[in-house]
Protein backbone atom coordinates (compact mmCIF):
# COMPACT_ATOMS: atom_id res chain seq x y z
CA UNK A 1 0.00 0.00 0.00
CA UNK A 2 1.11 3.38 -0.77
CA UNK A 3 1.53 6.14 1.53
CA UNK A 4 -0.33 9.31 1.48
CA UNK A 5 1.61 11.70 -0.79
CA UNK A 6 0.50 14.54 1.65
CA UNK A 7 3.80 15.38 3.14
CA UNK A 8 6.21 18.03 2.59
CA UNK A 9 8.66 17.78 0.47
CA UNK A 10 12.05 17.68 2.72
CA UNK A 11 10.71 15.38 4.55
CA UNK A 12 9.14 12.93 1.38
CA UNK A 13 12.67 13.25 0.38
CA UNK A 14 14.26 12.28 3.71
CA UNK A 15 12.06 9.32 4.09
CA UNK A 16 12.91 7.86 0.38
CA UNK A 17 16.56 8.32 1.15
CA UNK A 18 15.91 6.11 4.47
CA UNK A 19 14.41 3.59 2.58
CA UNK A 20 16.51 3.23 -0.31
CA UNK A 21 19.17 3.23 2.21
CA UNK A 22 18.17 -0.72 3.30
CA UNK A 23 17.37 -1.39 -0.63
CA UNK A 24 21.01 -0.73 -1.51
CA UNK A 25 22.26 -2.80 1.50
CA UNK A 26 20.44 -5.61 0.49
CA UNK A 27 21.06 -5.75 -3.22
CA UNK A 28 23.82 -3.64 -4.14
CA UNK A 29 23.78 -0.65 -6.62
CA UNK A 30 23.39 -2.54 -10.10
CA UNK A 31 20.41 -5.34 -8.82
CA UNK A 32 18.38 -2.18 -7.38
CA UNK A 33 15.56 -1.43 -9.49
CA UNK A 34 13.48 2.18 -9.49
CA UNK A 35 10.65 0.05 -8.77
CA UNK A 36 11.88 -2.22 -5.20
CA UNK A 37 13.22 1.13 -4.20
CA UNK A 38 9.69 2.95 -4.82
CA UNK A 39 7.83 -0.11 -2.79
CA UNK A 40 10.18 0.28 -0.24
CA UNK A 41 9.49 4.06 -0.04
CA UNK A 42 6.06 3.22 0.29
CA UNK A 43 5.52 5.85 -3.21
CA UNK A 44 4.80 5.00 -6.71
CA UNK A 45 7.58 5.60 -8.89
CA UNK A 46 6.50 8.93 -10.58
CA UNK A 47 6.65 10.37 -6.86
CA UNK A 48 10.18 8.81 -7.09
CA UNK A 49 11.33 10.38 -9.54
CA UNK A 50 9.63 14.00 -8.74
CA UNK A 51 12.24 14.20 -6.00
CA UNK A 52 15.21 11.71 -7.92
CA UNK A 53 15.30 11.81 -11.50
CA UNK A 54 17.24 8.48 -11.73
CA UNK A 55 18.53 5.73 -9.19
CA UNK A 56 22.30 7.54 -9.79
CA UNK A 57 21.40 10.49 -7.99
CA UNK A 58 18.99 8.60 -5.16
CA UNK A 59 22.59 6.88 -4.64
CA UNK A 60 24.14 10.49 -4.53
CA UNK A 61 21.48 12.10 -2.31
CA UNK A 62 22.00 9.09 0.14
CA UNK A 63 26.31 9.54 0.08
CA UNK A 64 25.71 12.91 0.79
CA UNK A 65 23.43 12.34 3.72
CA UNK A 66 26.00 9.75 5.23
CA UNK A 67 28.92 12.15 4.76
CA UNK A 68 27.73 15.46 5.29
CA UNK A 69 26.99 16.13 8.91
CA UNK A 70 29.67 13.68 10.47
CA UNK A 71 32.06 15.17 7.90
CA UNK A 72 31.82 18.54 8.95
CA UNK A 73 32.44 17.55 12.73
CA UNK A 74 35.38 15.12 12.03
CA UNK A 75 37.17 17.53 9.59
CA UNK A 76 36.61 19.80 12.59
CA UNK A 77 37.84 17.40 15.57
CA UNK A 78 40.97 16.80 13.12
CA UNK A 79 41.70 20.32 12.13
CA UNK A 80 42.07 21.18 16.19
CA UNK A 81 45.17 18.64 16.58
CA UNK A 82 48.66 19.52 16.57
CA UNK A 83 50.65 16.79 15.40
CA UNK A 84 52.20 15.21 18.67
CA UNK A 85 52.39 12.14 20.47
CA UNK A 86 49.57 12.37 22.09
CA UNK A 87 47.69 13.62 19.76
CA UNK A 88 48.67 10.48 18.05
CA UNK A 89 47.19 8.33 20.89
CA UNK A 90 43.98 10.34 20.64
CA UNK A 91 43.41 9.65 17.01
CA UNK A 92 43.85 5.79 17.14
CA UNK A 93 41.90 5.66 20.54
CA UNK A 94 39.00 7.88 19.11
CA UNK A 95 38.81 5.81 15.51
CA UNK A 96 38.98 2.34 17.71
CA UNK A 97 36.24 3.63 19.79
CA UNK A 98 34.10 4.95 17.45
CA UNK A 99 34.03 2.16 14.94
CA UNK A 100 34.36 -0.44 17.60
CA UNK A 101 31.04 1.18 19.00
CA UNK A 102 28.62 -0.61 21.41
CA UNK A 103 25.65 -0.84 20.45
CA UNK A 104 25.40 0.94 17.13
CA UNK A 105 22.33 2.84 16.42
CA UNK A 106 20.75 1.22 12.80
CA UNK A 107 21.89 4.28 10.63
CA UNK A 108 25.69 3.38 11.85
CA UNK A 109 25.00 -0.26 10.94
CA UNK A 110 23.53 0.86 7.84
CA UNK A 111 26.41 2.98 6.64
CA UNK A 112 28.98 0.14 7.39
CA UNK A 113 27.09 -2.45 5.69
CA UNK A 114 26.98 0.21 2.59
CA UNK A 115 30.39 0.16 2.73
CA UNK A 116 30.82 -3.61 2.64
CA UNK A 117 27.87 -3.84 -0.08
CA UNK A 118 30.21 -1.21 -2.50
CA UNK A 119 33.07 -3.10 -1.63
CA UNK A 120 31.37 -6.50 -3.54
CA UNK A 121 29.60 -4.50 -6.27
CA UNK A 122 31.61 -1.54 -8.18
CA UNK A 123 32.95 0.22 -5.08
CA UNK A 124 31.92 4.24 -5.34
CA UNK A 125 30.36 4.33 -2.13
CA UNK A 126 33.52 2.82 -0.27
CA UNK A 127 35.92 5.72 -2.60
CA UNK A 128 33.75 8.60 -1.57
CA UNK A 129 33.47 7.56 2.03
CA UNK A 130 37.56 6.90 2.39
CA UNK A 131 37.41 10.87 1.05
CA UNK A 132 35.07 11.39 3.54
CA UNK A 133 37.02 11.22 6.38
CA UNK A 134 39.75 8.39 6.81
CA UNK A 135 41.90 10.40 3.92
CA UNK A 136 42.31 13.51 6.09
CA UNK A 137 42.43 10.62 9.42
CA UNK A 138 45.52 9.16 7.75
CA UNK A 139 47.23 12.58 6.38
CA UNK A 140 46.75 13.84 10.31
CA UNK A 141 48.39 9.88 11.72
CA UNK A 142 51.22 10.66 9.60
CA UNK A 143 51.72 14.10 10.36
CA UNK A 144 51.46 13.08 14.10
CA UNK A 145 53.94 10.00 13.52
CA UNK A 146 57.01 12.47 12.60
CA UNK A 147 56.15 14.57 15.35
CA UNK A 148 56.61 11.25 17.79
CA UNK A 149 59.98 10.42 15.93
CA UNK A 150 61.26 14.08 16.07
CA UNK A 151 60.41 13.64 20.15
CA UNK A 152 62.21 10.37 20.58
CA UNK A 153 59.02 8.39 21.43
CA UNK A 154 59.31 6.06 18.49
CA UNK A 155 61.25 2.62 18.18
CA UNK A 156 64.26 3.03 15.90
CA UNK A 157 62.77 0.68 13.28
CA UNK A 158 58.85 2.58 12.98
CA UNK A 159 56.33 1.39 10.19
CA UNK A 160 56.52 3.92 6.94
CA UNK A 161 54.48 6.81 8.36
CA UNK A 162 52.61 7.39 4.97
CA UNK A 163 51.35 3.85 5.48
CA UNK A 164 50.89 3.12 9.70
CA UNK A 165 47.81 4.91 8.64
CA UNK A 166 45.81 2.94 6.52
CA UNK A 167 47.19 -0.56 7.95
CA UNK A 168 45.74 1.04 10.86
CA UNK A 169 42.43 1.74 9.80
CA UNK A 170 41.82 -1.16 8.13
CA UNK A 171 42.72 -3.46 11.03
CA UNK A 172 40.18 -1.69 13.18
CA UNK A 173 37.49 -2.00 10.26
CA UNK A 174 38.09 -5.81 9.79
CA UNK A 175 37.49 -6.64 13.33
CA UNK A 176 34.19 -4.04 12.83
CA UNK A 177 32.96 -5.92 9.88
CA UNK A 178 33.14 -9.33 11.68
CA UNK A 179 30.43 -7.78 14.61
CA UNK A 180 28.12 -6.79 11.76
CA UNK A 181 25.88 -9.84 11.85
CA UNK A 182 23.74 -9.93 14.76
CA UNK A 183 25.63 -12.13 16.70
CA UNK A 184 29.02 -11.67 16.15
CA UNK A 185 30.83 -13.62 14.13
CA UNK A 186 34.22 -14.04 16.55
CA UNK A 187 34.70 -14.51 20.16
CA UNK A 188 37.46 -12.47 21.45
CA UNK A 189 36.51 -13.94 25.19
CA UNK A 190 36.76 -10.19 26.70
CA UNK A 191 34.30 -7.45 27.43
CA UNK A 192 33.84 -5.26 25.27
CA UNK A 193 35.91 -2.47 27.10
CA UNK A 194 38.73 -4.52 27.09
CA UNK A 195 38.98 -5.67 23.36
CA UNK A 196 39.22 -1.71 22.28
CA UNK A 197 41.88 -1.57 24.75
CA UNK A 198 43.96 -4.10 23.60
CA UNK A 199 43.29 -2.96 19.58
CA UNK A 200 44.46 0.08 20.95
CA UNK A 201 47.53 -1.18 22.26
CA UNK A 202 48.20 -3.50 19.65
CA UNK A 203 48.27 -0.25 16.70
CA UNK A 204 50.24 1.63 18.65
CA UNK A 205 52.80 -0.61 19.36
CA UNK A 206 52.97 -1.66 15.63
CA UNK A 207 53.29 1.71 14.73
CA UNK A 208 56.28 1.75 16.68
CA UNK A 209 55.26 3.83 20.00
CA UNK A 210 57.91 2.88 22.25
CA UNK A 211 55.76 1.20 25.20
CA UNK A 212 56.39 3.59 28.13
CA UNK A 213 55.14 6.36 25.78
CA UNK A 214 51.67 4.75 25.01
CA UNK A 215 51.49 4.00 28.66
CA UNK A 216 52.13 7.51 29.83
CA UNK A 217 49.60 8.76 27.07
CA UNK A 218 47.00 6.55 26.79
CA UNK A 219 45.87 7.30 30.40
CA UNK A 220 45.98 11.25 29.24
CA UNK A 221 44.77 10.93 25.61
CA UNK A 222 41.15 11.55 26.93
CA UNK A 223 41.94 15.27 28.44
CA UNK A 224 43.22 16.40 25.15
Not at 52 to 69: D, R, T, V, W
Request: glycine residues 6%.
Amino acid sequence: MKTSSKMPSADRRAAIISAARRIFVEKGFDRTTTRSLADAAGVSEALLFKHFPNKEALYSAIQMSCFKEEGAKFAERLQSLEPSTAALVFLISDLVSHILAEPRDDEGLQFFRLVLRSLMDEGEFTRLAIQGGPFRWVKKVEQCLKAANRAGDMLDRPVRANLAGWMVHQLITGIMLHTLPREAVIDYGVSHEELVKEVVWFCLRGMGLKEEVIRRCYKSEKHL
